[in-house]
């Protein structure tokens, strides 16, 4: 964030209707901050932001274990540096087995990478930093990635780390300010 207002203020009940203002609501809580800006900003495109938050979250809890989307994730808001997905994520990767000793692991990969990250792991990392960078996978790093993932896993994996990306982007385009910034 540029240290200015964000670029679209949160939205409150009348911008937001009263199903993405509970959605916000539920948001907020879950996220123990007073306001969840995502959502309050996100919110105020009301269709589409109720689409958004089901495809969303199919991808939260898809095929993929929960620690694979997880490590997924945190690569991609490293990558962009997205502090607001970071700060979100990290909570939820602690929670999923991924303590602070794997996500320095995954933030150091593969510079420094950690001889606690199984070959599943490696792969899920490289291949996250070839699609977030080059927009594609090799053949390598596809062949590599396929002898971990099933088919319904590998169609998943390239969705999900595209849909944080492109979430990371919109983050950073808007502006949205942290839920908690006194935790950055």
């Known amino acids: 964030m540029t240290g200015q207002a964000a670029r679209i203020p949160s939205g409150r009940f009348r911008e937001l209707g ?3 203002w509970v959605i916000a609501k539920f948001g907020a809580r879950a996220v123990r901050a007073p306001e969840m800006h995502l959502m309050t900003t996100l919110g105020q495109h009301r ?3 109720v689409l958004w938050s089901v495809y969303s979250g ?3 809890r898809g095929r993929l274990p929960a620690a694979d989307t997880e490590l997924v994730i945190l690569r991609v808001a490293h990558l962009r540096a997205c502090e607001y997905e970071l700060q979100h994520h990290r909570r939820m990767a602690r929670n999923q087995g991924l303590d602070d000793d794997m996500q320095s692991a995954v933030f150091g990969w593969p510079d420094r990478a950690s001889e606690r990250l199984t070959a599943r792991q490696r792969a ?3 291949a996250t930093d070839e699609l977030v960078e080059d927009r594609t996978l090799t ?3 596809w062949r ?3 002898n971990h993932l099933d088919r319904r896993q590998l169609i998943e994996f ?3 780390a595209t849909q944080y990306d492109g979430l990371a982007a919109t ?12 935790q950055a």
């Open 58 to 60: 199919r991808l939260l």
């Open 124 to 126: 899920l990392l490289s």
């Open 171 to 182: 983050m950073s385009a808007l502006d949205i300010p942290l839920d908690n910034p006194r």
């Open 158 to 160: 390239c969705l999900l």
């Open 47 to 49: 269709l589409l932001f």
């Open 18 to 20: 009263p199903l993405n």
């Open 144 to 146: 590599e990635l396929a």
């Open 139 to 141: 053949d390598a790093t």
